[in-house]
């Protein structure tokens, strides 16, 4: 059997390739006003736009508990793998990773859990990368070690409206936050060593959109990339910035996906989100 390849659902993995790799998702929850949904389940980015948009209504995100972990490692264990590795969002914006570690220290050597410094499709990629490897028979350590390349190989760039709701939840510095309250300025975040920080700062969302494209191909280097488009509730926006990426990277540019993010990470950047995955080959 291969190795199983495991992720959480802050990966945000394009519907089309359903069915395409072997990874099982395992489900980050999402309290709104104290009833506690797993995202992408029971709770939608539909339901945290709502909410956000609400007065006096609460929403937070939890990480799975380990024993949804170690259920899920013992399942895939029975079911024939001979090992699995579990690729997670970054340790420092979530329990997540923990949370798998501590589930694999009661497996041993078979598990193998992975940081991988950022989430969304910058998440995503890495999984695939590692799934596809796992899919030709590769070796526990192989399969790792694709995870960790690619996730190494991915920039994560995104616009929001306002920088509260990453405040709120501790994403960003409250220093940060106010900045660009008093400036009343449009910010362009990126991850950086896992940590969100902020990366530019323009006067409007046109320009910040604009900005978001010149980024993301000085962020593709020379070689072939991958891209993905993550939006809330903002298809049209989403694939007016695929278009003008697109354009910009001509034959460069290999796999290129539009999807929405979900409920966690909704719940943390708040409406009007758009944001920009480069992932160059290695």
Do not use: W
């Not at 526990?140 to 409206?161: C, G, K, M, N, P």
Request: net charge negative; aromatic share 4%; charged share 20%.
């Amino acid at each position: 059997m291969p190795v199983a390849v495991v992720t959480d659902s802050t990966a945000y993995l394009p519907a089309e390739l359903n069915g395409r790799y072997d990874l099982t998702v395992v489900p980050l929850t999402v309290v709104v006003n104290g009833q506690a949904g797993r995202e992408g389940l029971e709770i939608s980015p539909d339901d945290v736009a709502r909410a956000l948009g609400a007065r006096r209504v609460a929403v937070s995100t939890s990480r799975p508990a380990p024993d949804q972990f170690l259920a899920t490692y013992r399942a895939l264990l029975d079911a024939g793998a001979d090992g699995i590795v579990s690729v997670h969002l970054s340790a420092k914006l979530s329990g997540t990773y923990d949370a798998a570690c501590l589930a694999a220290a009661e497996i041993g050597p078979q598990v193998e859990v992975v940081d991988s410094g950022t989430t969304g499709m910058g998440l995503g990629f890495a999984a695939l990368a590692a799934a596809a490897e796992a899919g030709r028979g590769r070796t526990l350590t192989e399969v790792r070690q694709a995870a960790v390349t690619h996730a190494d190989h991915v920039t994560i760039l995104f616009y929001v409206d306002t920088l509260e709701f990453l405040r709120r939840g501790g994403r960003i510095g409250a220093a940060s936050a106010l900045l660009g309250t008093a400036l009343s300025v449009k910010p362009i975040l990126h991850v950086v060593d896992g940590s969100i920080v902020v990366r530019d700062k323009v006067r409007t969302a046109g320009r910040a959109l604009a900005r978001l494209v010149d980024l993301a191909v000085d962020a593709s280097g020379a070689g072939e990339v991958d891209i993905a488009v993550h939006h809330l509730g903002a298809p049209d926006r989403a694939t007016a910035l695929a278009d003008a990426v697109s354009v910009r990277l001509g034959d460069r540019l290999q796999d290129c996906y539009v999807t929405e993010i979900g409920a966690v990470v909704a719940a943390h950047v708040g409406p009007g989100v758009a944001g920009v995955v480069v992932h160059r080959r290695p």
